[in-house]
């Protein structure tokens, strides 16, 4: 993270934490931690295109699904993301 350009916003009903890659750091996040504490800590993904098809994988397939049964799912493309919504194609 760059500590300069991180940033943090509290209001009555919201908090908004901003973050900056370091510059030798690439690629997306595919995930953050956040608790009260290290030990409490709990995942959340970002709206992402995989972490989409892996949550609907699992929720389609919760145990291991035959060769057959994965052809058969879905194709999840998610188009648009913004504060208000999410758009997501499938297939």
Do not use: M, Y
Not at 20 to 27: D, F, H
Not at 69 to 88: C, F, G, H, Y
Request: some cysteine; overall charge negative.
């Amino acid at each position: 993270l760059l500590s300069p350009e991180s940033s943090v916003s509290v209001s009555a009903h919201n908090a908004v934490v901003g973050l900056a890659k370091a510059p030798g750091s690439t690629g997306l996040w595919d995930s953050f931690s956040f608790g009260p504490e290290p030990s409490a800590l709990q995942e959340r993904l970002f709206v992402s295109e995989e972490n989409v098809d892996g949550f609907l994988g699992t929720a389609l397939c919760p145990s291991p699904c035959s060769q057959s049964a994965l052809e058969r799912q879905p194709l999840i493309e998610v188009l648009d993301v913004t504060e208000d919504r999410i758009q997501i194609r499938v297939e």
